[in-house]
């Protein structure tokens, strides 16, 4: 079974090859993509790719390109099987969330991917990456269906959940974990599925619907030792902000103090959306373990369960796009939407 996939290049260090005339590292043509890695002629696939223009370092990633990536996968979502963004490293993990919560119904593999050393190196872990990508993006199984219908990131042999995963170093070829969700697939002599953690659309005949519009009103605050009332204040009380996500402690405690949680009350009190999140990297939020929790329930926090900060980000900008009704926002935000936390 031959399958179609659409490569979309946005920018990051996969796609830069040296430049011999300077030696500079520059983005290479992606429509010649076979020629730079003829592994991918192997597989019985057709490869069309899309290039954005202005390329991007992902550190100037912004909401307008999840629209415009959400608007070109609709687009053309009849045409091919699957889609593989090529994406930067940096904020890979904080795109891959957002579009999790973007692409409604989605019936097809979106898959990032990107390197640590740029694909035209002779030690890069480009291509591997790449054609793991591809090749995860093509498969289907005995009913003619995707194998993995989720925004997903492949890097250094594993394939994550997008709305899992976080950028874990800035060095290795390992450079994503997911330490709340274990992979969705390994590559190893063989592509190995974890069938029973992989979702799987209600009607696999769904119309796809994405969510362009993203209320992006959300700050996040580290809690941290030292930590003043004035920048606590600015923060959370910023009339220009609707939600907050608050980076706690381990379980999901932070300062008992009173001016603190003066502060929390307050702004919930006001009608702000406040999400407890830990700075842990694995492990989950229980405001019912210690008393530094539970007075942060109290005054109105929600959990954020074992959500990643980037997953937390991006499904409040969905959320808050979507309705003015804070309620709503608030019951949706504690429920699992897209595998982003766990039951
Ligand atoms: N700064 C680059 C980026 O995120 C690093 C990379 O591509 O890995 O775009």
């Known amino acids: 079974m031959s399958s179609s996939i659409l490569i979309i290049y946005t920018g990051g260090t996969i796609g830069m090859k ?10 290479f043509d992606f429509s010649q993509i076979k020629e730079e890695v003829p592994e991918l002629n192997k597989f019985d696939v057709r490869l069309d790719s899309y290039t ?4 991007i370092d992902s550190s100037d990633v912004e909401p307008s390109l999840w629209t415009a990536l959400g608007e070109l996968i609709a687009e053309r979502h009849e045409d091919y099987d699957g889609f593989v963004i090529l994406h930067g490293t940096d904020t890979m993990a904080y795109s891959a ?22 694909i035209g190196v002779p030690r890069t872990d480009g291509k591997e990456n790449l054609i793991g990508a591809v090749e995860i993006a093509a498969a289907k199984d005995a009913e003619g269906h995707a194998r993995v219908p989720e925004v997903c990131i492949f890097f ?17 070829f390992n450079a994503f974990a997911s330490p709340n969700c274990p992979p969705l697939a390994e590559a190893g002599i063989n592509i190995r599925y974890n069938t029973e953690l992989i979702r799987k659309p209600v009607y696999w005949d769904a119309q796809l619907r994405v969510q362009t519009h993203l209320d992006t009103r959300v700050s996040i605050l580290k809690v941290h030792p030292g930590m003043t009332p004035q920048v ?24 008992s103090k009173d001016w603190f949680l003066r502060i929390i009350a307050e702004a919930c009190a006001s009608g702000k959306i406040l999400l407890n999140v830990t700075q842990c990297k694995a492990g989950t939020v229980n405001m019912d373990l210690y008393a530094t929790g539970a007075a942060l329930k109290r005054a109105g926090v929600l959990s954020g369960a074992d959500i990643t900060t980037e997953a937390a980000l991006g499904k409040l900008f969905c959320l808050m796009g979507r309705s003015d009704q804070d309620k709503w926002v608030k019951t949706m935000l504690e429920k699992d939407l897209c595998g982003e936390i766990s039951k």
């Not at 409604?104 to 593999?109: A, S, V």
């Not at 250094?156 to 290795?172: F, H, I, P, V």
């Open 97 to 118: 969330s957002t579009l999790s919560f973007m692409l409604e119904g989605l019936t097809k593999p979106v898959v990032f991917t990107g390197s640590q050393l740029p």
């Open 232 to 255: 606590m204040h600015s923060v959370v009380a910023d009339p220009g902000t609707r939600a907050v996500i608050l980076e706690t402690y381990g379980s999901g405690n932070a300062l």
């Open 18 to 27: 040296e430049d011999p005339s300077d030696g500079t590292l520059k983005p």
């Open 52 to 55: 954005f223009d202005p390329l």
């Open 156 to 172: 250094d042999s594993k394939l994550l959940r997008g709305n899992r995963s976080t950028k874990y170093s800035a060095e290795a």
